[in-house]
């Protein structure tokens, strides 16, 4: 990353000394006065787009995926550590308007009706249900994803549309609507060579009212995509975490990661619509590396 000096806005290339720390969100505090801040060039970053309804699948880059963003090239696990002094990273995923899609079903018309849905959510030009993460982190602090989290369906489709999980944990799955439904977990980052498949198993509903949990889906790191193979307009992703550095970004496309061990990363941002985007960063001790990606 490289950075200067200038009186410009914060999105564009900066190192502010002694300048005050001003949040945008997220679950830290603040960098105290003597703190510094760093700029990541604006940039519409690496990737590319994805013009059909449907899921774009993330750039196969080795350590760059979600799936091996902790392990890398070298195949390390995260591993869970004290640090003495760590970074702050606060971001912007940018570029997006809101798009809606009206949907028709074609069968199982008694539950499942016509209906409406945000492709892309979006709030003063940011990207929502964007799914950041930094890939080449090998340790830092204990991962804050929740272990336990609900997908349920109603209406013929799921809510909510991206969330996140952490690796290990349990996805309990609920349905309200009273018809067969199959839903697949499928990889979408990559499956496992040795297993020959990009499968992460099958839920069954037959019924109103059923409650299945799923251990298998969340069982390893990676992007995850949730369909209903009897009903195709029905889908949900899954952001199954290796490390505490992941978040699924709100309308306004915001984001903040704390605690970052000191080192140069990738920073990897996926949408359901738009595809995979990248920008490699360096974050430095006591530092607030500021970073705004966009479409």
């Known amino acids: 990353m490289t950075t200067g000096v200038t009186s410009r806005w914060w999105w564009t290339v900066a190192v502010l000394l002694l300048a005050p720390l001003v949040a945008c969100g997220g679950s830290g505090g603040s960098i105290e006065a003597s703190g510094r801040i760093a700029d990541v060039p604006v940039t519409p970053g690496v990737g590319e787009a994805n013009a059909e309804h449907t899921a774009a699948r993330p750039r196969s880059n080795g350590g760059v995926s979600l799936a091996r963003a902790?392990?890398?090239?070298?195949?390390?696990?995260?591993?869970?550590?004290?640090?003495?002094?760590?970074g702050f990273i606060v971001g912007k995923i940018g570029g997006g308007q809101p798009l809606d899609t009206s949907i028709t079903p074609t069968h199982d018309r008694s539950v499942c009706r016509p209906f409406t849905q945000s492709l892309v959510s979006s709030r003063a030009g940011g990207v929502g249900n964007s799914v950041v993460w930094l890939a080449g982190v090998t340790q830092?602090?204990?991962?804050?994803?929740?272990?336990?989290?609900?997908?349920?369906?109603?209406?013929?489709?799921?809510?909510?549309?991206?969330?996140?999980?952490a690796a290990g944990?349990?996805?309990?799955?609920?349905?309200?609507?009273?018809?067969?439904?199959?839903?697949?977990?499928?990889?979408?980052?990559?499956?496992?060579?040795?297993?020959?498949?990009?499968?992460?198993?099958?839920?069954l509903f037959n019924d109103a009212g059923q409650v299945v949990p799923s251990s298998e889906a969340a069982?390893?790191?990676?992007?995850?995509?949730?369909?209903?193979?009897?009903?195709p307009w029905v889908r949900g992703y899954l952001a199954v975490t290796p490390h505490p550095f992941v978040a699924v970004?709100?309308?306004?496309?915001?984001?903040?990661?704390?605690?970052?061990?000191?080192?140069q990363y990738t920073l990897v941002v996926w949408h359901e619509r738009f595809g995979t985007k990248q920008q490699r960063i360096r974050v430095d001790a006591q530092v607030e590396t500021r970073v705004a990606l966009s479409y």
Request: aromatic share 4%.
């Open 70 to 86: 902790a392990a890398g090239a070298a195949d390390r696990p995260y591993r869970v550590v004290v640090q003495a002094t760590s």
């Open 219 to 231: 069982q390893r790191p990676g992007l995850v995509l949730i369909r209903d193979d009897l009903h």
């Open 169 to 203: 944990g349990t996805v309990m799955l609920t349905s309200r609507d009273a018809m067969m439904t199959r839903l697949q977990f499928l990889d979408l980052d990559g499956g496992s060579a040795s297993r020959g498949t990009y499968s992460r198993g099958t839920v």
């Open 249 to 263: 970004t709100a309308a306004d496309g915001l984001f903040r990661f704390d605690n970052v061990p000191p080192g």
């Open 140 to 165: 830092g602090p204990r991962d804050d994803a929740p272990r336990r989290v609900r997908v349920l369906l109603d209406g013929c489709r799921l809510e909510p549309r991206v969330q996140r999980v």
